[in-house]
C-alpha cells in the first residue's frame, strides 16, 4: 500500500465501525461497505433512525456470515464514545474493530455576532469531540489488544479553508486535521493507520437542516459548490483509503484547497499535486476578491437585518 502500490484495502471479512451510520455519508459508507462484505457496527443517538438505517445495510448483505448491529450512544463525550465502542467491540469477541469511520457531526451556521457561548462549544462537541473521543477510545484498545487497525475522521472542505458563516463549525474542523495529522505520525507506532476524509457540500438529512439557520450570504458563497450526493462521497472516501490517500478528497475544489495547504501531510501524487497548487495559487486570489466583495455589499443589508433581530445596535 502507499507509495509503491500493491493490495488494496478490502472491507470483505473486516469488522467496521461507523459513527453517524444512520444517516447521510456514514449511513452511504455503512451500505457500501456493507456491499463489500464487511462486518459493519452502526452508531448514533436516535434509535428509530437507527434501526431504519440497519434494514439498508441489511438489503446490501452479500454473504450470510456478515454481522450487522445498531447501537444508539451519543458519542459526543468520553463516556459515550467508550461505551459506544465497547457495545461494539462485545458483539465481536471484545476484539477491536478492523477499521472506524467516524461520520458523525453537525454544522449549525449563523453570524458570529449571533452565536452564544452555547453555540461555540457546543460546535466544538459536535464537530471535534464526536469524532475525538472515539478515535482516543479505540486507540488506547487497539493498543492494549496489540491489533492494527484504521482509523478515518471525516472533516470538510472548511477544515482546509472558512467564510462568513461557519465560525462554530470550521474550527473544529481544521483541529481534527490538526488531530489526524498528528496521529498519522504516532500512530505508526503501533500500525495503526489515520486517514482524513474532507468532504464538500454532501446533499443529506444534516444539510438540509445546516440551511435552516444558515445565513443567506454564506449559501450565496456555496453557490460554485456544486455537492455531491452521499453515496458519491462514501465511494470517494472508500477510494481514497484504497488508494492510501492521508488526506482524502472527492472534488476538484476540495483538492485545490488540500494542495495548496498541505502541510506535513502526504501528497498523492507530486505532480498532479503541484499542478493544483499552481492553479489555486493563481485562481484563489479572483475567488477571494469575488467573495469578499460579495460581503462588503452585503454591509448594509446586514446591518437591517441585525436591527429586525433585536441586535442592540446603536
Ligand atoms: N452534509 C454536508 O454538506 C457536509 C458534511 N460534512 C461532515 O460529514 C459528516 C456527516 O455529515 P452528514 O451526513 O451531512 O450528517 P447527517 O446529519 O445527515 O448525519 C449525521 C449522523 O451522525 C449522527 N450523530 C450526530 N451527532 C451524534 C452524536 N453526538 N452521537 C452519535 N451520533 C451522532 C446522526 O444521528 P443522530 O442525530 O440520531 O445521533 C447521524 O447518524 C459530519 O461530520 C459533517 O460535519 C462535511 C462536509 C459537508
Ligand atoms: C480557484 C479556486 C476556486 C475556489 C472556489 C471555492 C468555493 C467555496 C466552496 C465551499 C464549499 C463549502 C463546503 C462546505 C461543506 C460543509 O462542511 C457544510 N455543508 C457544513 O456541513
Known amino acids: ?52 438505517a440497519l434494514g439498508k445495510v441489511e438489503s446490501a448483505r452479500v454473504s450470510n456470515d456478515q454481522v450487522f448491529r445498531q447501537h444508539s450512544f451519543s458519542v459526543g463525550t468520553a463516556e ?24 458523525a457531526g453537525k454544522s449549525t451556521p449563523k453570524f458570529f455576532v449571533e452565536m452564544t457561548e452555547q453555540d461555540l462549544t457546543e460546535g466544538m462537541t459536535n464537530g471535534y ?12 484498545k487497539m493498543v492494549e489488544q496489540q491489533r492494527k487497525g484504521k482509523i478515518c475522521f471525516v472533516s470538510s472542505t472548511l477544515g482546509y479553508m472558512s467564510f462568513i458563516g461557519y465560525a462554530s463549525y470550521s474550527p473544529p474542523k ?16 503501533y500500525d495503526i493507520d ?17 440551511n435552516k439557520t444558515k445565513p443567506k450570504i454564506t449559501l450565496k458563497i456555496e453557490e460554485d459548490d456544486s455537492g455531491l450526493q452521499p453515496n458519491q462521497a462514501a465511494a470517494g472516501l472508500l477510494k481514497g483509503i484504497q488508494a ?5 478528497t472527492a472534488d476538484l475544489i476540495t483538492d485545490l484547497f488540500r494542495s495548496s495547504t498541505r502541510g506535513s501531510a502526504p501528497y498523492h501524487n507530486f505532480i498532479y499535486d503541484s499542478l493544483l497548487d499552481a492553479a489555486a495559487r493563481i485562481g484563489l486570489p479572483f475567488w477571494r476578491s469575488q467573495t469578499d466583495g460579495l460581503i462588503r455589499k452585503h454591509k448594509a443589508e446586514h446591518q437591517q437585518y441585525l436591527k429586525q433581530q433585536g441586535f442592540p445596535l446603536r
Open 174 to 189: 481544521h483541529a481534527l486535521r490538526g488531530l489526524a495529522d498528528t496521529l498519522r505520525s504516532e500512530l505508526i507506532l
Open 244 to 248: 492510501g490517500h492521508a488526506h482524502i
Open 129 to 140: 469531540w464526536v469524532q475525538a473521543w472515539t478515535a482516543w477510545a479505540v486507540t488506547k
Open 80 to 103: 459515550g464514545a467508550s461505551a459506544a465502542l465497547q457495545a461494539v467491540m462485545d458483539v465481536h469477541d471484545g476484539l477491536t474493530p478492523d477499521a472506524v469511520f467516524l461520520c
Open 1 to 52: 500500500m502507499g507509495l509503491f502500490g500493491g493490495s488494496k484495502w478490502n472491507p470483505a471479512g473486516k469488522h467496521c465501525y461507523v459513527t453517524g451510520g444512520s444517516a447521510g455519508l456514514g449511513l452511504s459508507l455503512a451500505v457500501l461497505l456493507a456491499s463489500h462484505g464487511a462486518h459493519v457496527s452502526i452508531v448514533a443517538r436516535d434509535s428509530r433512525k437507527l434501526q431504519d
Open 194 to 210: 489515520v486517514h482524513i476524509f474532507f468532504p464538500p457540500t454532501m446533499f443529506t438529512p444534516g444539510y438540509e437542516e445546516e
